[in-house]
């Protein structure tokens, strides 16, 4: 399975995700099947709330699914509608997500767990 994760800066596998998927500068596109990883740069990492569109930055990346660890629930349903399954990512590195992920051990998000806004009572989750 290839799948994306947004990070802060590029250390392969050994990457720390980013807190939020649209606005990461990186994207990793690691393959569970060979641990091979990919960088991308988010070119639309600066963006108003709800006005993002990393799926620009992912186009011909062959993604099967995102692991984040915090996304809007617009995206989420976006996401979904493009054949993308969304997990939640549970551990600090992409290493250890990729491993949790092999034994299908991490979450999918729903759109209700989706952050609806930064400050103001947007009940963001991370």
């Known amino acids: ?10 250390e392969g596998l050994d990457s720390k995700l980013s807190d939020h998927f649209g606005s990461a500068p990186f994207f ?4 569970t099947e060979s641990d091979e990883a990919t960088v ?7 963006h108003s709330h709800g006005a993002c569109n990393p799926l ?26 493009c054949g993308l399954r969304v997990y939640h990512a549970a551990e600090e590195t ?15 998000y729903s759109p209700s767990q989706g952050c609806s806004g930064h400050g103001h009572g947007g009940g963001c989750c991370h």
């Open 56 to 81: 620009q930055a992912l186009q011909g990346s062959g993604i099967e699914g995102v692991a984040v660890r915090g996304i809007g629930a617009g995206a989420i349903v976006h996401l979904s509608r």
């Open 94 to 108: 992409v290493r250890e997500n990729v491993e949790k992920l092999k034994k299908n051990a991490l979450a999918e």
């Open 40 to 46: 991308l740069s988010n070119s639309n990492q600066h």
């Open 1 to 10: 399975m290839r799948i994306c994760f947004p990070i802060e800066r590029n």
């Open 28 to 31: 990793l596109v690691a393959d």
